[in-house]
């Protein structure tokens, strides 16, 4: 973390701190950090000797006990209040982001059923032209030769929407784990605040 981002970040734990307070003690880290880093440190380093915000901030609440419960009154009280003002614009925004990241993965996976069936389909055609080639070879060698032909080729198309298929099948399974790592950890972080 960086000087200012720590500065910024302690500045916002200690909401309720008189003004003249507050500066003296920014002032303070901010000398602290700057004589780490004249002793040779790097910032990030000095900023971490330093300890983490959430620390720092309750050293230094704990000598303005009102504001602690106070603090934590108010924070409690806005986060309720803005939940339940902004409730009829982020419920439908919510259900929205929903409805169409689970379309576009529904979209995906037909995609990739779609593919599958096209093997399949090539597959089946690969091996009914060979057959009906027989079938023609004593009427129309030229059709037989054909059929031949055809399904060679086929079988050419097959292999490659085979491993297209199995490729696109990973990838999406892949995304799908990605996705729900993505909300479980959203769920873990909104469960710990």
């Known amino acids: 973390?960086?000087?200012?981002?720590?500065?910024?970040?302690?500045k916002k734990k200690l909401r309720g701190v008189p003004k003249n307070?507050?500066?003296?003690?920014?002032?303070?880290?901010?000398e602290m950090i700057d004589d780490l880093i004249?002793?040779?440190?790097?910032e990030h380093e000095a900023v971490a000797r330093i300890g983490t915000v959430e620390d720092v901030a309750n050293q230094i609440l704990r000598e303005y006990p009102s504001l602690i419960d106070e603090n934590k009154k108010i924070v409690y009280k806005n986060n309720w209040l803005l939940i339940g003002i902004g409730s009829p614009l982020w419920?439908?925004?919510?259900?929205?982001?929903?409805?169409?990241?689970?379309?576009l993965y529904i979209v995906l996976w037909s995609i990739v059923i779609s593919?599958?069936?096209?093997?399949?389909?090539f597959a089946a055609v690969s091996v009914a032209l060979p057959i009906i080639a027989i079938i023609y070879i004593g009427s129309?060698?030229?059709y037989a030769l054909g059929f031949i032909g055809a399904g060679i080729a086929f079988f050419g198309l097959t292999v490659?929407?085979?491993?297209?298929?199995?490729?696109?099948?990973?990838?999406?399974?892949?995304l799908g784990?990605?996705?729900?790592?993505?909300?479980k950890n959203k769920r873990k972080e909104l469960e710990e605040k």
């Open 1 to 10: 973390m960086s000087k200012n981002e720590f500065l910024y970040k302690l």
């Open 21 to 30: 307070e507050l500066e003296e003690r920014l002032n303070f880290y901010s």
């Open 38 to 42: 004249d002793e040779g440190f790097s």
């Open 91 to 103: 419920i439908p925004l919510l259900i929205a982001v929903f409805a169409i990241v689970l379309s």
């Open 115 to 121: 593919i599958w069936a096209v093997f399949v389909s």
């Open 140 to 142: 129309n060698f030229g």
């Open 160 to 174: 490659l929407t085979y491993y297209g298929a199995k490729g696109l099948s990973i990838a999406l399974i892949k």
């Open 177 to 183: 784990k990605y996705l729900l790592t993505i909300f």
